[in-house]
């Protein structure tokens, strides 16, 4: 079993950045490719980020593409997501996930665990 949990959020103005966090619980960590979604208000959940265990593949939303950065440190067990350039469509509740497998993915159905979320709010 793996807890996940998020930290990081926050208010943002246009065009700045934050750095979200998410800590896993287990001596199992680097058995997980990561995963980090958004939720926005009245809109489905959708993808953001990936990478897989070893942190050598990270694939992106287009939307986020160039902006964000996901990495993950093993001997933590901790994967952030750098976001910069925010833009006031960026703002949802933000999830890490972890699945169990080479490589994660853009199906959130996939994820075998998830964090509780953290609130990133970009004002304009």
């Known amino acids: 079993q793996v807890q996940l949990v998020e930290s990081g959020g926050g208010l943002v103005q246009v065009g700045g950045s934050l750095r979200l966090s998410c800590a896993a619980s287990?001596?199992?960590?680097?058995?997980?490719?990561m995963g980090w979604f958004r939720q926005a208000p009245g809109k489905e959940r959708e993808f953001v980020a990936t990478?897989?265990?070893?942190?050598?593949?990270?694939s992106y939303a287009r939307s986020v593409e160039g902006r964000f950065t996901i990495s993950r440190d093993n001997a933590k067990n901790r994967v952030d997501l750098q976001m910069n350039g925010l833009k006031p469509e960026d703002t949802a509740v933000y999830y890490c996930a972890a699945v169990r497998a080479l490589f994660g993915s853009s199906v959130g159905s996939e994820y075998d665990y998830w964090g509780q979320g953290t609130q990133v709010t970009v004002s304009s």
């Open positions: 990478i897989n265990r070893s942190g050598s593949f990270t």
């Open positions: 287990g001596r199992t960590f680097g058995s997980y490719s």
